[in-house]
């Protein structure tokens, strides 16, 4: 057994909020400690060095750390060419709370109406979304989801 989590939207991004997405998708990511691992070499020695996670070319990242965790988890990813994240087992503390901040971001540009749930458990949003405005300097507010009906 583990601890997943989804979004249940289409993470349909509108083309025009790819590069502002990706940007603050990436941002999320590293002030919440997610990193990667990487090899080295270095006077005949292999040393694992933790990376932040950055776009490499082909615009994709992984990532299985988390540092305020200092735990690590089966990996994650995501694709910024096609705005998509993807997870695996996320455990229940740090790298958890990261990762739902994540697909809580697709509900707030995703075209569709979409949820993150947490092991089939609607999540609370809105103490991301403040987190979101105090991290990225934004006035995000969950609005279409008072008004269902439209």
Same mark, same amino acid.
């Given at each position: ?5 989804? /979004? ?22 590293? /002030? ?26 082909? =615009? ?17 990813? /995501? ?29 707030? /540009? ?9 092991? =089939? ?15 990225? =300097? ?13």
């Amino acid at each position: 057994m583990g601890t997943f989590a989804r /979004y249940t939207g289409s993470m349909n991004i509108p083309e025009q909020d790819f590069e502002t997405f990706t940007e603050q998708m990436i941002k999320i990511l590293n /002030y919440g400690g997610m990193m990667d691992i990487e090899t080295v070499s270095m006077y005949g020695h292999k040393l694992p060095l933790l990376k932040p996670v950055e776009i490499v070319p082909g =615009g994709s990242v992984s990532f299985y750390y988390n540092y305020f965790e200092d735990n690590n988890w089966e990996s994650a990813g /995501y694709d910024a060419e096609e705005c998509r994240l993807w997870t695996n087992k996320i455990g229940s503390f740090e790298f958890d709370y990261v990762i739902l901040a994540a697909y809580i971001l697709y509900e707030l /540009y995703d075209d569709d109406m979409g949820y993150t749930l947490l092991n =089939g458990e609607l999540i609370d949003s809105y103490p991301f979304v403040r987190w979101f405005n105090h991290l990225l =300097g934004t006035n995000f507010s969950m609005e279409k989801y008072r008004n269902l009906w439209e």
